[in-house]
């Protein structure tokens, strides 16, 4: 592992799986393998993706095979729990099929020089598109978002997947919460460290190359990502959750992000190919954040 901002770091990885492309993951992990004190591969897939056997020839590399989809943030939190028990003074969250510039944890780890930051995360460009993200601060107005070129921005949210997390403000913050299962799981962290007084950093001096596997289209000047049905249930469920009962927003951006979501059921319905699924999906996601039915989706509830 390479000397990190002080010599007694340790940072450890961990990177949840679920039925990945074997060829992406092989860049992921080699792209952090000697940036890591350890890297946890937490499989997410139904019944145990047992190719990872191939990563067992690295020495530090711990493979927990959940044996089914037990949620993003429940498999987060496995091996956080983890890294927490061997002493970890940062830990790394990453998707499958993130891939890592060789000093990527060396450049990253300045975020941490400044007081009471709870967690930073860079920009990334989609290998598919070649687009590049962009970071969301916070106003009186709401969220707004940025587009840095370099530099260091305190921000309000960051996606998971490359984000380094203090291990030191875990036991204030709390870990990441598991009934939403997927979707804004992240975003929910972010927002309870800021309210608890942390920073979130996002660092526009580092970016990562990502797969971002969904497509998007263009209404007017907004790109919409389209999702799979499944997967626009959660992302309104949670939103509608997150913005009618829980106290990690403001009560103003509480309404923005409701009005939003809202707005997001029309706008799906009418991008997708699949209409009546779609809406079947996202009414469901509707119901159920209203009535705080959270955890994994029953097909029969």
Known sequence: MKEALFKHDK?????????????????????LINQCEKIYLVDNTPGGFYKLEIFKNFNNIEIIYLKDNYGIAYAQNVGIKKALEENADYILL????????????EKMLECFREEKVAACGPLFVDLNSGDYSFFVIKTRLGFKRIYPKHGKHEVFQLIASGTIINAKYLKDTGLMMEDLFIDWVDMEWCWRAVKKGYKIIGNADVTIKHYHGEKSKKLLHKNITLKNPIRIYYTIRNAIYLSLHSKVLSPFKRVL???????????????SENRIETLKYAFKGLYHGITKKLGKLNEQS
């Open 11 to 31: 940072v450890y990885a961990v990177v949840v799986t679920f039925y990945p492309n074997l060829e992406i993951l092989s860049q992921c992990i080699k792209s």
């Open 94 to 105: 990453s998707d499958q099929d993130t891939i890592y510039p060789v000093d990527f944890v």
């Open 257 to 271: 992000l409701l009005y939003k979501t809202l707005r997001n059921i029309f706008l799906y319905s009418i991008l």
